[in-house]
């Protein structure tokens, strides 16, 4: 690929959700903003061709169940040993249950979901491209995903979900929504985000990705 490369991918093989191509759209069209070439597949075999091309970052962008070959893992490997970055959106922490290492990468699993609902997020670190454009209380409807396996003191949270406002949390009083680490050598953002199609045409929502989107690719948002 030529320029700064961001690799969207949106394959299922578990839950597919409606808003998948409202994404693509988005990241697209944030990729156009932004001064980035965007390409999107669910093809297993493009992604690992586009992946040996030093792309800046990939984006799992709710990506579920197993969505990858052999080739395909071996190449995810090399391109965040390499430096090259990860970004998972919503149903990303749903993928390759049986792969340790891309759990790692992603920084938890999905434990599940109680109806969709307002809530309110809570931003715990302004100082991220993907959260200080964000109020500090952010009032919203959602998927909110409890998690398993992490993401523990190893990631830097930079939201969470107060379980106060509204039904079915299961994680407590620090419940982690959207982080960031370093894996490898390479950068992973997380965003539980997104559920929703109309998600993609919210300003703070599309300003969100775009910052997470950015960091993991280590671009700096215009």
């Known amino acids: 690929m030529s320029g700064p490369g961001i690799l969207v991918y949106s394959r299922t ?4 959700h409606d808003s998948i191509p409202a994404g693509v759209r988005a990241l697209g069209e944030l990729g156009a ?22 792309a800046h970052a990939v984006v799992f962008l709710s990506t579920s169940g197993t969505v990858l070959d052999d080739a395909g893992r071996a190449a995810l490997r090399r391109h965040t040993a390499d430096g090259g970055g990860f970004a998972g959106v919503h149903a990303a922490t749903t993928t390759e249950a049986d792969w340790p290492w891309f759990g790692e990468l992603v920084g938890a699993r999905f ?12 931003v715990t670190d302004p100082g991220h491209p993907a959260t200080a454009h964000l109020p500090r209380h952010w009032e919203r409807t959602d998927e909110w995903y409890n998690f398993r396996d992490g993401p523990g003191d190893r990631v830097r949270v930079l939201a969470t979900v107060d379980e106060s406002t509204y039904r079915g949390g299961t994680m407590g009083a ?3 929504l959207v982080w960031c680490h370093e894996h490898e050598g390479s950068r992973s953002f997380y965003t539980a985000l997104g559920h929703s199609t ?25």
């Open 13 to 16: 093989t578990g839950y597919r």
């Open 33 to 54: 903003d932004q001064g980035w070439e965007v390409a999107a597949t669910e093809d297993p075999a493009t992604l690992t061709r586009w992946l040996g091309q030093g």
């Open 111 to 122: 434990d599940g979901h109680p109806e969709i609902q307002p809530g309110t997020v809570t």
């Open 174 to 176: 620090h419940h982690p």
């Open 198 to 222: 109309e998600s993609y045409d919210e300003p703070e929502f599309r300003g969100h990705l775009a910052g997470g989107v950015g960091w993991a690719a280590g671009l700096t948002p215009r």
